[in-house]
């Protein structure tokens, strides 16, 4: 039967469980990608967009980073085995330190990565060795006619790592340059039923925890815990994202990816995120969950301030402004778009006035 954004077929729980449509790039244009994809909020896996990008493989990463230090964390396999309702951090609660790339390269080839689930988070390519290649990512948002609202970032590791299930404030792709990723996908109109972390757990745990985070792991249901969890089976999907793909996923879509790597091991990713269509925006619950977790933050975030002033810790200061300065950014936007789109309705419905004044 075919669903409304790929095929579906039986799983090993009963259910119906439908797969991410693929569109060939060449088959696709900007307004096209926007009308079936951007502006309804349909994830799709874009092919042929990375057709002229080399294979990020190791030996090619270690060739172009080096001694470039990168920041990694170590998860530990712990991890996944414990009940979230206990979590008072998420994975960017783990603290990240920064090595030289060859270190960490040494650490993927002698299985220590794998063991201990140590990742390469989030780095912005801007300003590393890699930044060469942006001229040929950019091509992703050209070609869809996306417009950005962050930097590349480089994501890379071993198979088996799990980013767990969550969802984004923003439209984002991600980019397979080598192995491939395991996704999940829920819509979302399945927030409560995935049990979404209260958007005042940042009272408590500021920025460490995040309400986009669900406390159900997918792979391993609990419907006696999570009842409501059965529901949101019926709309699940899940894929593949292979070597050179590209996967759209729309804000508010839940997702948990998993690593999957080829014979060396190894998985490389690049994902970006976009602007969101004024109009989805502006009804998107799910986006104004996440601002309102940030507000909810912010005495921790000071809390945390004053202590890191009175010990004098100047790498903790400056990372907690840094924070600020992000909420705030983050905030700012919202109120201008939201604001724009506000005046923009107020003079559409002034000129409906107008017209049908003039034609009574």
Known sequence: ???????????????????????????????????????????????????????????????????????IRRYGRERYKQDKRTWISIGSGTEAQRVPFIDYAEMLQSGEAREHDVYLVKRSLKDTPLEQNLALLQRVGEKLGLSPISNFNLWLGTSGHVTCLHYDPMDGTLMQLHGAKKVVLFPPSQLYNLYPFPFWVHLRHGLKMRASYSQVYPERPDFEAFPRLRQAFQHRYDDVLQQGEVLFIPAGWWHELTTVGDEDGIVCSVNRFWHIPAVRSLRLWSKWRVHLGSVCAIPHVLANMV????????????????NLAKITHNLDSECARSETLYLRLRLCRASLRILSCCSA
């Open 1 to 71: 039967m075919q669903s409304e954004l790929g095929v579906t077929h039986s799983s090993e729980l009963d259910r119906s469980v439908r797969s991410i449509a693929r569109v060939s790039a060449s088959a696709l244009t900007a307004s096209e990608f926007f009308e079936q994809y951007q502006k309804p909020g349909i994830p799709v896996i874009v092919t042929g967009l990375l057709d002229t990008q080399p294979d990020w493989n190791l030996g090619y990463l270690r060739e172009k980073l080096g001694t470039f230090a990168l920041p």
């Open 307 to 322: 202590g890191a002033i009175a010990s004098g810790n100047s790498q903790a200061l400056s990372q907690i402004c840094r």
